[in-house]
């Protein structure tokens, strides 16, 4: 990577690997789930990332680049650590606390991302359609993990507790 396009690109390819690697967690994390509403959260956050990898399919396409990903070694750890911990959790409002942590985990990686894309497409002077896709993204990545913390927070962690 020599330029601050070719950084973008690279971060843009990170983000659909991610992206791709949530929606194949997502249904187990969804399945697993003791808590109703946390279960409704994750099955309406795999909706959304849907349409989030199809938003970055369409970045792609204005930039007149086939849609590839990169390998994301940070969404991979976050991924591997979840499985991990979870699969040594035998009480389930405490497995509960953890999918919500580890999920938080995940936000709050894509949110620094899309964060940064944007305001590298507006340096780069990219379509304003890549920003205003970006950030459609990442206003669902804010909302989802405020979500997570009001359910944690107001009954998940202390049923775990």
Known sequence: MKTLHD??????KDVYYAEKQILK???EMAKKADSDKLRKAFEDHL?????????????????DTKPSGETCPAIDGIIKEHKEVASEIEDADALDAA???NAQAVEHYEITRY?????????????????????????????????LSQLAESKLNKEAA
Do not use: C
């Open 7 to 12: 950084l973008f690109m690279h971060q843009l």
């Open 25 to 27: 967690a997502l249904p």
């Open 47 to 63: 909706e959304e990332t849907k349409g989030q990898k199809d938003r970055l399919e369409e970045v792609f396409k204005l930039l």
């Open 99 to 101: 999918m919500i942590a």
């Open 115 to 147: 964060g940064t894309l944007i305001a590298w497409a507006d340096q780069l002077g990219l379509p304003s359609e890549v920003g205003s896709l970006l950030k459609q993204t990442l206003d669902q990545e804010y909302n989802a993990d405020s979500s």
